[in-house]
């Protein structure tokens, strides 16, 4: 049995991108949750299985059923960081194609910025990294930027491309947080924090929430906007420690591109949109050679003088990723609700002509949780 | 002797060790493969025979990374990722060399120094650098 095509987003929204004064971070998401029902049109009492995933809350999942006034019959909170969302749509699919549960709802919010103005979680530094200071999470990336500069040649420049890209799409969208002019040079010259990352390199902080539901496809055409079917998906999970990934230039996904790919049955160069968690600039380089977009060790040209900016040869994080759209926290569901607009061909000035398959991908930890979904429009299935 | 249900947890041993002066790693007395960081059973065979085994303490930098701070604050700092001649990888942090040197393939010499709270941690130092 193949999940391919059974299941579909039929509701998404985003809530409280950018500065969300005075919420707490539940209430972003339930902001959220509201805005993807009403694109649904579906009824709060008809959502039978929620799933979240929050960085402070480990019951997260309880306390979005409880200010839902839910009694849901799943409530799914695994927690593999910014990645989580990519699985929960997984196994809302399954449980949908089970018949376990008719209508999931997937949801996230933070309210990071205003409340800490910076990163906030629940983790500590790991007991063999903690006695040397590596920044959380930045170094650990830091040590991957290095490994694959060292490895293949990979430059600064390069790294800061991926960045350049991000504001250009950014400077497309008009929710996106940060749209001012951003260089090469700009991104070089920004402050060091962690060699070989400087500031630009980073994810923004940001407030920032959204939600997405979930249907069977058989009914998902019985809502006001067109479904975006789900074709596959697969999970690849590495280490939990830096210090425990076993060659820094290759991540976990690899295997969950492949497997996401290889139940929808379609391949990299099939794919209109790409949608990647870019916590930092490396990740983009790292993601679009494991999931097979170019050779290992080509990601640096590959994304190099515009590669994957408006008119490049792959679109990658039209809305401006989290380098210059939104960051809260976990970024996953971001991906998802791109890919949303961009194959519902509601996607403003940034549109995709006849975007009709979309990946989006999430990571979680330090590159440790890597999940892939394919999503694609009904000419897809 | 440490093992499964009998004494303290492979973590304590290991801490234990170090505060008396002793680096040791695992090394599975079914595989052969050494294990760092402590576990309780073998990530490659799964056997629990795990006993502590003295190292050369010679590993060359696979990784490194300069944390960028104000003076003020206590200034920069490295953090490495080094691979051990037994074939386990670590973190660590490379002392007596300026941290612009510090490149993947540098061999490095382990000691035991101090970690970031004055703790007993494992750290080096470019071969054939006198402590
Ligand atoms: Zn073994």
């Given amino acids: 049995m193949s999940l391919r095509g059974k299941a579909?987003?039929?509701?998404a929204a985003l809530a409280g991108c950018?500065?969300?004064?005075?919420?707490?971070?539940?209430?972003?998401?339930?902001?959220g949750v509201h805005g993807a029902l009403a694109d649904a049109g579906i009824a709060l009492g008809e959502v039978d299985a929620v799933a979240t995933c929050q960085p402070l809350d480990m019951l997260s999942g309880l306390t979005l059923a409880q200010e839902l006034g839910l009694n849901p019959r799943f409530t799914m909170n695994n927690r593999m960081g910014g990645s989580s969302f990519l699985s929960h749509t997984l196994w809302a699919a399954m449980l949908l194609e089970l018949r376990l549960a008719d209508t999931v709802l997937i949801c996230y919010g933070?309210?990071?910025?205003?409340?800490?103005?910076?990163?906030?979680?629940?983790?500590?530094?790991?007991t063999y990294e903690a006695p040397y200071r590596p920044l959380f999470p930045l170094s650990s990336y830091a040590l991957a930027a290095d490994r694959h500069m060292t490895q293949f040649g990979t430059t600064r420049e390069q790294l800061a491309d991926v960045a350049v890209a991000a504001r250009a799409w950014a400077q497309k969208n008009p929710d996106a947080f940060m749209r001012d002019p951003l260089t090469r040079e700009d991104v070089i010259a920004s402050r060091p924090v962690s060699d070989p990352l400087r500031v630009r390199d980073c994810c923004l902080v940001t407030d920032g929430g959204?939600?997405?539901?979930?249907?069977r496809a058989e009914t998902a055409k019985d809502h006001p906007k067109p479904p975006v079917y789900l074709l596959g998906g697969g999970e690849g999970t590495t280490h939990r420690d830096i210090s425990e990934m076993e060659d820094l230039t290759v991540t976990g996904a690899a295997q969950s591109g492949r497997t996401a790919m290889g139940m929808a049955g379609v391949k990299p160069a099939d794919i209109d949109v790409v949608q990647l968690y870019d916590a930092?600039?490396?990740?983009?380089?790292?993601?679009?050679e494991d999931l097979g977009f170019c050779n290992k060790g080509e990601g640096g040209p590959f994304v190099a003088n515009g590669g994957i900016a408006p008119g490049g040869h792959?679109?990658?994080?039209?809305?401006?990723?989290?380098?210059?759209?939104?960051?809260?926290?976990?970024?996953?569901?971001?991906?998802?609700?791109?890919?949303?607009?961009?194959?519902?061909?509601?996607?403003?000035d940034r549109q995709i002509d006849g975007a009709e398959l979309a990946l989006a991908h999430g990571n979680g930890g330090v590159l440790s949780s890597q999940v892939t979904n394919i999503l694609g429009t009904e000419a897809t299935l | 002797m440490a093992g499964i249900g009998q004494?303290?947890?492979?973590?304590?041993v290991f801490a234990a060790k170090l505060a008396e002066g002793v680096f040791e790693i695992q090394k599975c007395g079914s595989c052969g493969t050494h294990v760092f960081h402590p576990r309780v059973i073998c990530p490659a065979c799964g056997s629990a025979d795990l006993k502590w085994v003295a190292l050369t303490g010679r590993g060359t930098v696979y990784a490194r990374t300069v944390v960028r701070r104000k003076p003020e604050r206590g200034g920069d700092y490295n953090v490495v990722l080094v691979d051990l001649e037994e074939g386990v990888r670590m973190m660590s942090r490379i002392d007596g060399i300026a941290h612009d040197q510090i490149v993947a393939g540098l061999k490095v010499t382990a000691s035991i120094g101090e970690g970031a709270e004055g703790d007993p941690a494992v750290i080096f130092r470019p071969e054939g650098e006198a402590n």
Avoid: W
């Fill in chain 1, 210 to 215: 959204g939600a997405i539901v979930m249907r």
């Fill in chain 2, 7 to 12: 004494g303290p947890g492979p973590d304590a």
């Fill in chain 1, 18 to 31: 950018g500065e969300a004064h005075g919420k707490s971070s539940m209430e972003i998401t339930i902001e």
């Fill in chain 1, 314 to 348: 792959l679109p990658v994080n039209t809305n401006g990723g989290g380098l210059s759209c939104v960051h809260p926290g976990m970024y996953g569901i971001f991906t998802l609700i791109e890919a949303v607009r961009q194959l519902r061909g509601d996607a403003g």
């Fill in chain 1, 8 to 11: 579909a987003i039929v509701g």
């Fill in chain 1, 110 to 126: 933070s309210n990071q910025r205003t409340a800490s103005g910076k990163l906030m979680t629940a983790l500590g530094l790991p």
């Fill in chain 1, 280 to 288: 930092f600039t490396i990740n983009v380089i790292l993601f679009l």
